[in-house]
């Protein structure tokens, strides 16, 4: 076995043996009872490539989140938790994961999100997540997210520090926010061809051309926000990621976003 291949095994193995309960504020998969004010905001995570530190994301994530009084954010640390029947009693699924080396979840948690979000429910997707259902595992995937990994296109810039711009400054989420540097790395890798609306973009370094950062779409009631920004938890320092981030959980669970709607 090659050692990439090895170091890969390894740390699946680990993500799987190591305690379910990693991140601070996590809950049980068996018991999703929302909390009884406020907007319910559910972060799923558990599973991702060993370059992306979940364990520290998540946190990092819920704690921007925090700063809006309006959100009560839990983290599960199991995607197969969105199985659960207790998911239609949250107002905002945030899928943080990518089902690396291992089954994304099966048919009922698959159904169960797709009807959360077409009965009126807000979804929220950050980094990865695009991959989340890999390998044309989940066909319908690709109009929930909007877009999606394509392993076959140049996966991103080299990590590192580029500017954010906002593509639609008039859109409730991005309206009066200033453009904003970010330590992250620039995704060229979405494929689909669902109906999107961009909001923010970044231009690439190596091919000079603007990739999407983040976008919006609705998916039958529901609203869904998808960002690939978020690769470590110094992503999330810049203040523009924060509130980008914050406006766009709030857009799809229909929230003032601190401007007129």
């Known amino acids: 076995m090659n050692s990439s291949r090895f170091q890969r095994l390894s740390s699946l193995f680990l993500l799987l043996t190591v305690s379910p309960l990693l991140c601070p504020g996590a809950v049980s998969p068996a018991d999703l009872t929302p909390p009884a004010e406020g907007t319910r905001v559910l972060l799923v995570t558990g599973i991702d490539y060993p370059g992306h530190p979940w364990q520290e994301t998540a946190p990092a994530l819920k704690a ?10 839990r983290i599960v640390e199991d995607p197969n938790a969105l199985a659960s029947p207790k998911l239609q009693d949250w107002d905002v699924v945030i ?11 099966g048919p009922e948690a698959r159904e169960n999100l797709r009807r959360f979000v077409a009965g009126g429910k807000g979804l929220m997707l950050t980094h990865f997540a695009c991959g989340a259902w890999d390998g044309n595992e989940w066909p319908e ?14 996966g991103h810039d080299p990590h590192g520090t580029f500017r954010v711009e906002m593509a639609d400054p008039d859109h409730p989420i991005t309206r009066g926010l200033e453009p904003f540097d970010t330590l992250d790395e620039l995704y060229t890798c979405l494929t689909g061809d669902t109906p999107i609306h961009i909001v923010a973009k970044a231009r690439s370094k190596v091919d000079g051309l603007d ?3 983040a976008f919006v779409l609705d998916y039958g009631q529901g609203r869904v926000f998808h960002t690939v920004l978020g690769h470590d938890a110094r992503a999330y320092a ?3 990621v924060g509130e980008l981030m914050r406006r766009g959980c709030a857009w799809t669970a229909r929230l003032s976003s ?4």
Do not use: C, N
């Not at 601190?258 to 709607?261: I, L, T, Y």
């Open 258 to 261: 601190g401007v007129s709607q």
């Open 211 to 213: 990739y999407p950062m």
């Open 64 to 73: 921007i989140l925090d700063q809006d009084p309006r959100f009560k954010t």
């Open 238 to 240: 810049a203040p523009g």
């Open 141 to 154: 995937f690709a109009r929930l997210a909007g877009r999606v990994w394509d392993p076959k296109l140049r």
């Open 95 to 105: 899928v943080h994961f990518m089902d690396w080396e291992i089954p994304g979840p």
